[in-house]
């Protein structure tokens, strides 16, 4: 399994504002995932983070609200911006396994105030 | 009709019952299928994949149906720390993973 780590893990941010999120893997993956899981729901999937290339979004999800970094097979940024109170949500960065297996970063909960 | 979907729960049961999850999925093309625990502001967690002639780890047993595009949980002898939500997830050839709705399980003492 893959050790998985993110920054922040929690922050309260001001409306407009925008707030980058890392995540970061403890060996070369190939597939790496980011999601949002908003309160009392289930995971909905932004984007995948390709390395070297743009991301792949999600329909609803647009690169100028939320830019994705992925500079190498072992770290990835997420970016929140312009936020509003609607982004208020746990945001999980994952990682595919040998085996299909999805492993999960610990999240990062956002509240816009 | 929601890809994936799950019974809305929640599940109550008590110690040592026998309880069953059930999930539908709506893509006949999915290839990949897996139960997901998350516990409370907790991130999910693999449980088990589920494969077509049906696999146990313990006291669970998943089951899969392609014919009627279904996947089953069975737990045995509940424990109060199987208490949590069960995610049921489909992977397509897109390669993307599609989780279900969840169902909550409550083991009481």
């Known amino acids: 399994s893959a050790v998985i780590s993110q920054k922040p893990s929690r922050d309260i941010c001001q409306r407009g504002t925008s707030l980058t999120i890392q995540c970061q893997v403890d060996?070369?993956?190939?597939?790496m995932f980011w999601y949002r899981q908003q309160p009392g729901q289930s995971l909905t999937l932004i984007a995948t983070?390709?390395?070297?290339?743009?991301?792949?979004?999600e329909s609803g999800f647009v690169i100028d609200k939320f830019p994705i970094s992925r500079p190498n097979l072992t770290f990835s940024t997420l970016t929140v911006s312009n936020m509003s109170p609607e982004d208020s949500s746990i945001y999980l960065c994952s990682v595919v396994g040998g085996r299909s297996e999805q492993f999960f970063g610990p999240g990062t909960r956002l509240t816009v105030l | 009709r929601k890809e994936v979907e799950q019974d809305p729960g929640p599940f109550n049961v008590p110690e040592g019952a026998t309880v069953a999850f059930n999930c539908t999925y709506s893509?006949?093309?999915?290839?990949?299928f897996f139960w997901y625990r998350q516990d409370c502001r907790k991130e999910p967690k693999l449980l088990m994949s589920v494969y077509s002639s049906g696999n146990e780890d313990g006291r669970f047993t998943a089951q899969l149906n392609r014919a009627s595009q279904y996947i089953s949980l069975l737990i045995r002898d509940s424990k109060l720390s199987d208490s949590a939500t069960y995610l049921c997830?489909?992977?397509?050839?897109?390669?993307?993973?599609?989780f279900g709705p969840g169902t909550r399980l409550s083991v009481l003492p």
């Open positions: 983070a390709n390395q070297g290339s743009e991301a792949t979004y």
């Open positions: 997830v489909v992977r397509d050839y897109g390669q993307n993973f599609v």
């Open positions: 893509n006949s093309a999915s290839q990949s």
């Open positions: 060996s070369q993956v190939t597939m």
